[in-house]
């Protein structure tokens, strides 16, 4: 994704200061696309975790199979990354189509990871009802918002600081409360391995978000909305192959014949990780509702305690952007009248 994934010491040129300063500007928000994303998100964050859990409760057991359904639709990026080619091809001012070589390597080394992450999320959701694996898994959010700290040095508002807080204790408040909702033929222990299964899940996923914005920001070359495509789907590519590979290992592939038979799954880009994982976070629990119409899980008060405390953090990091976004744009203009006067 960047041009380079090593972290510089020492003391930095000015051209790698400039650079810098310019990487810590905030920027303008495309909010068309951000939209678009977020609604794609919207479908697999919600609709995932359901057809994941209708797997199992339909007796599906192979655990890499359904942790490849998870990322296996990445070929469906080939379409539109196909058309933009062709407009590139008829530009004759563009310079670069492909991502960096650097970007490809990062990519491939993140798809790894995100692979293990889906198989953790994946194996958890099978001692976990989906109302409450989805709402464990929003604690991604606090880990979300460490590793942001330290990798790409986010800056807190009070308003995000306010909305990790209660996001992460909604969480909490779910784990710790959830236990006699386990689904039949899982034992204490079953349930118990889910619950860290799924908190391991949360905090890679957690560490993924920051390194790919990471990536981004160190990027060479003019990032745009192909590379981030091309990007996208290495990931995936990637994610799936080490699924692949499990299944071959694991013999999922001669199962999967008979299970067939018995019984017939870029917001970073456009804002940063930490709305990434604010996203997820508040999706999260509309997977909770669902689950209780789709599987008639039950919704306990610490359900509902849980659900409003994340919309709680949803809505105070959005309104701290939005005093956020109003002050720049006031400092911009008072800026620029001060230049012409």
Known sequence: ?????????GTMSDDHHDKGSKSNKKKPINWPLLLLNAAFMAIGVIGGPLLSRLYYLHGGGRKWVNTFTQSAGFPILFAPLFFLYLRHRSNPQSTHFFMESKLFVASAIIGVFVGLDNFLYTLGLSYLPVSTSSILYATQLAFIAVFARIIV??????FTINSVV???LGSVLLGLRTSGDRPAGVTGKGYLFGFFLTLGSAGLIGLVWPCVELCYAKATRVLNFTVVLQFQL???AFASIVSFIA????KDFQAMQR?????????IFCVGSLLNGILSAVLLPMTEIAAVFAYHEKFTGEKGMALALCLWGFTSYFYGEYQT?????????????????
């Open 1 to 9: 994704m960047a041009s380079s994934m090593n972290i510089e010491s």
């Open 153 to 158: 040095r986010q800056k807190f508002t009070p």
């Open 166 to 168: 209660l996001m992460t």
């Open 234 to 236: 290495n990931v995936a």
């Open 247 to 250: 299944m071959i290992a694991n």
């Open 259 to 267: 299970e067939s038979r018995e019984r017939s799954w870029g917001v």
């Open 325 to 341: 976004n109003k002050k720049a744009k006031a400092l911009t203009k008072e800026q620029a009248d001060d230049q012409y006067s």
